[in-house]
């Protein structure tokens, strides 16, 4: 069964604008891993956060997790067309290792020029 | 180092048939998973592997065989195809709690 659930499923930003994807799962995790999916290519990974973490930073990506709530965000800053991608959301359960992700169904980013 | 490798990009089968997925990695990772991406899904984890001979099942095994006779590759076998495994099948290895690095997957239909 699908763990996360990414909100929104579609997002249709203007070049330069930022772009916000939230992502909510259901269990006790261990990390959070986003990836970028290219159409008709394989997962691409973006970022990971542990469990203890709240905030973590990689060039223009900003992820956040709150566990009381169960839910992450992902934050592009200044965005650009070729950031036009599915992004996921993986969520690797306590007690499970992060060769057994379980995804959400993702949210598709258009990123007009 | 190529990552994560891939045979066939592209393959079509007939129901009942069987063929085998090919993935490698030069990476040393120890842990390889099979994931299938079915449209407007994310991924779904088949089988997973914690080393050479151990391997184990995910949420959507059946239909699916896998072995792992070395660190470096993990075939993933379908033993009788059936048009419900029409998807696209994507391998992937990891070190530790780390990330996963993907290969770039095998579009498969079956009719």
């Known amino acids: 069964s699908q763990q996360g659930e990414e909100d929104p499923q579609a997002l249709s930003i203007q070049e330069g604008e930022n772009a916000t994807m939230n992502c909510s799962y259901k269990t006790s995790i261990n990390n959070l891993q986003w990836y970028r999916q290219n159409s008709g290519r394989g997962l691409v990974h973006l970022i990971l956060?542990?469990?203890?973490?709240r905030e973590k930073h990689s060039g223009r990506l900003r992820v956040t997790l709150d566990t009381s709530k169960k839910s992450s965000s992902l934050l592009i800053t200044a965005s650009r067309a070729a950031d036009t991608a599915s992004y996921f959301c993986?969520?690797?359960?306590?007690?499970?290792?992060?060769?057994?992700?379980?995804f959400g169904k993702g949210t598709k980013l258009s990123v007009i020029p | 180092n190529a990552g994560v490798t891939q045979t066939p990009k592209f393959q079509v089968l007939k129901t009942g048939q069987s063929m085998t997925l090919q993935c490698a990695q030069d990476m040393n990772h120890e842990y390889m998973s099979w994931y299938r991406q079915d449209p407007g899904m994310g991924l779904r984890l088949i089988h997973y592997s914690v080393g050479a001979g151990i391997t184990d099942q995910g949420e959507v095994p059946n239909g699916y065989n896998v072995s792992r006779s070395t660190t470096e590759d993990f075939p993933l076998r379908l033993l009788s195809a059936a048009p419900s495994q029409t998807s696209v099948y994507f391998c992937a290895s990891s070190y530790g709690q780390g990330a996963n690095t993907f290969g770039s997957g095998t579009r498969l239909t079956v009719v």
């Open positions: 956060i542990r469990s203890n973490e």
């Open positions: 993986a969520t690797a359960d306590t007690g499970a290792g992060s060769y057994q992700l379980t």
